[in-house]
């Protein structure tokens, strides 16, 4: 309450010291909202924080005066004097926009939950991994993608490029800082992100670097702690399904980073595409592309992805997947049976959200490209009933391909 107090008292200073007060006044270093449940119904948001008491989050729906208290939950943030504080709200409205404001910051923000259902409703999602070799490339292509007003957000893996160690905190600073300035449009709708891990979240890369590796939570934790701290979406253990409804279904898979592929997950995998027969989209997001557009198709993890997940994707009718991990643009022909096949999987990605583009693979010379660009970029999927439909678009706002060839954007 004495933080509430300050800051309306700070406020006579000035409107345009707002940033800077905010800070002041112990408003959040950055927030990040998520969610850990049904989207039509739930909200999960983060702020960070030097308070360790608990604080307030007030919530209202966007069109009423009264102002909800919600206490947060306070967490440890890896190798820094900040906290987590968050907020999982359940029992909201479909479709509706909701009003909040952190503590000691007078900032009204909005977000809003899903449609109920796909019937009368579109959704947009705009999609990437490989999001920050420079903070710079992250915010441009963060801005890019909030102009087309998305839904939410995917990243499938290498966020900060923080590697899992203390030595690199800042660039977990410098990444939500990003998202807090650049997927917030300009009427203040904060733009929900999911996350899916990558080798840099994790320490050497690769749960095999680690001799004593054992498949729990705390060894998890130990080698990918920003991770599992900072993103409360797929949290432990680091795969996981996020139902819309029953019209979407995002499946978020781990490449041998801090789970093996092989056994336990694979098996998960199965079973959880075998209890979806029911949704019109099921989704695998996932960071080592099997379909590769810069590395060897026959390195290990790449093999292991194509072995492994794809004839179980094949088997519950997946019509699309997106890759990452490479740093360039790809989009491939539709593959069944690890050949070229009309009613096979497109495969999109491969990572290039805000990173250095490499060399490509030659389309001529690769059977399953369809599509290839060194270029940094990102997909906007469109999902209309059960049809979907994607741009995909450059760091300068290029539309640099589409699929099919009359998309469903609007």
Known sequence: MKAKIFNFQLIILGLFF???????????????????????????????????????????????????????DVLPYPFSERLVHRVSILGLNPGTEYELMFPGNEEVYYFHTLPETLDKSSLKIAIGGDSMHQKEWLETTNKVAASYNPDFVIIGGDMAYENGVAENLQRIYDWFDAYTHTLVREDNRILPCIVAIGNHEVVGGYHSKHEWYEQTDDFRRNIAPYFYALFPFPGQPGYNVLDIGDYLSLIILDTEHSNPIQG?????????????????????????????????????????????????????????????????????????NMEVDQSGIVYIGDGSWGTE??????????????????????????????????????????????YPENPLIK
Request: glycine share 6%.
């Open 357 to 402: 583009p490499r060399p490509i693979h030659s389309l001529e010379d690769t059977w399953y490209l369809k599509n290839v660009q060194s270029i940094r970029a990102f997909t906007l999927l469109t999902l209309e009933g059960g049809q979907f439909s994607l741009i995909s678009i450059d760091a300068d706002g290029n539309v640099i391909d589409s």
């Open 264 to 336: 336990i997950q694979t098996e998960w995998l199965d079973k959880t595409l075998a209890e979806r027969g029911h949704v019109l989209h099921k989704i695998p997001i996932y960071h080592v592309p099997g379909y590769p557009s810069v590395r060897k198709y026959e390195d290990y993890t790449q093999t292991l992805v194509r072995e492994n997940w794809m004839p179980i994707f094949e088997k519950y009718g997946v019509k699309i997947a997106f890759e990452n991990h490479d740093h360039a643009y790809k989009r491939t022909f539709p593959i069944k």
């Open 18 to 72: 707002i940033s800077q007060l905010a800070t002041a006044q112990g408003g959040p270093h950055a927030f990040y909202l998520t969610w850990q449940h049904d989207p039509r119904t739930s909200m999960t948001v983060d702020w960070h924080s030097d308070e360790h008491e608990s604080q307030d989050l007030q919530l209202r729906r966007k069109g009423t005066d009264i102002w909800q208290a919600l206490e947060s």
